[in-house]
């Protein structure tokens, strides 16, 4: 500069780096799509940023491991939660979290609830889960269904303590055992845990904050037979510093398998905790290692 040189405008060297504005423009959008009461476009997104959409939409979901669709329904579900808890009727709480007609909200509420909004201002009381019990090589597994799909894939030694973690996971549910029919799909579910390998195509009711959805979304992409750490899957979720709300993520998880929370390890590759069992963790790894040779 000195000699009469301009700084670079790639690197920009007196200013943030490329890394860092990218960073602070998704902060920004994140900003705008929770104050704004309707879900704004990424056309909007992207000239509020001063960004082409193709480039803000890339970044965007580098950063936050979301695409800005995504984070404003999982922004739009927290406020229909808070809503439906604090206002005085449902139609209220809608008209509150932001949706300009009933029946749009009625069309996607049980895909953002889980459950009919009525259900959810009562705390869920007599959401329907059916649930079976069944054995694998690895113990006891409970699998349990709401009207969404499965939400939750539970291993152990005793049955009845499965039954018990079921009823604490839905306190206020109705809790119905399951017919021939369901019998089959809990098969299913064994068949995978014996042979990972096939694959577990089957609807999931994921039921946890934007962030940890953002974690079991990159849980899901591990492939049969592989390990990643906690610090890759930060950040491989735009989060580098976040390890430890990672590992919180993955105590969350309450789809056993389906969400292959197993397959995270410890930065030295040794085992950390898991909820049901590290020595279930050593099993499921070593027989996926083995059927991905």
Known sequence: MATGFRPCKRCNPDGLSVEAENVAIVARACRLIQEREEEPSLTYLAAAVGRSPSYFHRRFKAITGLTPKDYAAANRASKVRERLASSNSV?????????????????????????????????????????????????????????????????????????????????????????????????????????????????????????????????????????????????????????????????????????PCHRVVRNDGSLSGYAWGVERKQALLTREAARSL
């Not at 459950?115 to 869920?124: E, I, K, V, W």
């Not at 499965?150 to 996971?169: F, K, M, N, T, Y």
């Not at 009711?205 to 959805?213: E, I, K, L, N, Y």
């Not at 492939?223 to 580098?240: D, F, H, K, L, N």
């Open 91 to 259: 139609t209220e709480a809608i008209y509150d979290a932001g949706f300009n007609s009933s029946g749009r909200f009625y069309e996607k509420s049980t895909g953002i609830l889980g459950m009919t909004p009525s259900q959810y201002r009562a705390g869920g009381t007599n959401e329907e889960i059916r649930f079976a019990v069944g054995e694998t090589s690895l113990g006891a597994i409970l699998v349990a269904s709401s009207k969404k799909g499965v939400a939750s894939i539970l291993l152990g030694d005793d049955p009845s303590e499965l039954v018990r973690e079921l009823q604490d996971h839905f306190p206020k549910a109705r809790l119905i055992g399951g017919d021939r029919n369901y019998e089959a799909l809990v098969a299913r579910v064994v068949g995978f845990v014996e042979a990972p390998r096939l694959g577990l195509d089957l609807p999931l009711d994921v039921r946890g904050t934007a962030f940890q959805r953002r974690v079991w979304q990159a849980l899901q992409r591990i492939p049969v037979g592989q390990t990643v750490s906690y610090a890759e899957i930060a950040r491989r979720i735009g989060s580098p510093n976040a390890m430890r709300a990672v590992a919180g993520a993955c105590a969350a998880n309450h789809l056993a398998v389906a969400i």
